[in-house]
T-cell receptor, first 113, second 110 residues
Framework: DGGITQSPKYLFRKEGQNVTLSCEQNLNHDAMYWYRQDPGQGLRLIYYSQIVNDFQKGDIAEGYSVSREKKESFPLTVTSAQKNPTAFYLC????????????FGSGTQLSVL | QKEVEQNSGPLSVPEGAIASLNCTYSDRVSQSFFWYRQYSGKSPELIMSIYSNGDKEDGRFTAQLNKASQYVSLLIRDSQPSDSATYLCAVKHNFNKFYFGSGTKLNVKP
């Protein structure tokens, strides 16, 4: 089945620790995105990538980093510089050439210990 | 000013009624508009997409777009308790950036 796989489903971060959220897609989509959702809030764009080896900052990129070494993978690292990381993180992808819709993974809930 | 604005609700309607959800956006050049449904703790799922002025119907759902007023809405006919969720309006900007509203929580009462 084609889709987007995020892991882990739940993640706990200790103070000062970097953690990496995984996002893999087998939809052959060029564009991939990371969003953050706080309780009762909409989605805010962290980073997005249109093609391999290229990515752009979204509206709340501070304290986060990404890489796009393969078309299928777009991992997000939450660094220790992100002082309030507790949120629901959603990875998404789209085929920007033919199908504009965003497809979402199942999300990762990150909490601080 | 936020890129996409929605009334946070909650919007309460009785079962069988029409639910009307509204959204305004700030970027006049936006061309693509989407409604997503999100259940608590789950990821958003696409309900409707609309690209041109007017109405677009899909089953019990109708999306309406008015680019002159920068307004997009979603009507849900014959609302069911299973429609109770948060509805997110999304707008696609240049360079394939998607912006989301804060969502409207819908409660359908049996």
């Amino acid at each position: 089945d084609g889709g987007i796989t995020q892991s882990p489903k739940y993640l706990f971060r200790k103070e000062g620790q970097n953690v990496t959220l995984s996002c893999e897609q087998n939809l052959n989509h060029d564009a991939m995105y990371w969003y953050r959702q706080d309780p009762g809030q909409g989605l805010r764009l962290i980073y997005y990538s249109q093609i391999v080896n290229d990515f752009q900052k979204g509206d709340i990129a501070e304290g986060y980093s990404v890489s796009r070494e393969k078309k299928e993978s777009f991992p997000l690292t939450v660094t220790s510089a992100q002082k309030n990381p507790t949120a629901f993180y959603l990875c998404a992808s789209s085929d920007s050439t033919t199908n504009e819709k965003l497809f979402f993974g199942s999300g990762t809930q990150l909490s601080v210990l | 000013q936020k890129e996409v604005e929605q009334n946070s609700g909650p919007l309460s309607v009785p079962e069988g009624a029409i639910a009307s959800l509204n959204c305004t956006y700030s970027d006049r050049v936006s061309q693509s508009f989407f409604w997503y449904r999100q259940y608590s703790g789950k990821s958003p799922e696409l309900i409707m997409s609309i690209y041109s002025n007017g109405d677009k119907e899909d089953g019990r759902f109708t999306a309406q777009l008015n680019k002159a007023s920068q307004y997009v809405s979603l009507l849900i006919r014959d609302s069911q308790p299973s429609d109770s969720a948060t509805y997110l309006c999304a707008v696609k900007h240049n360079f394939n950036k998607f912006y989301f509203g804060s969502g409207t929580k819908l409660n359908v009462k049996p």
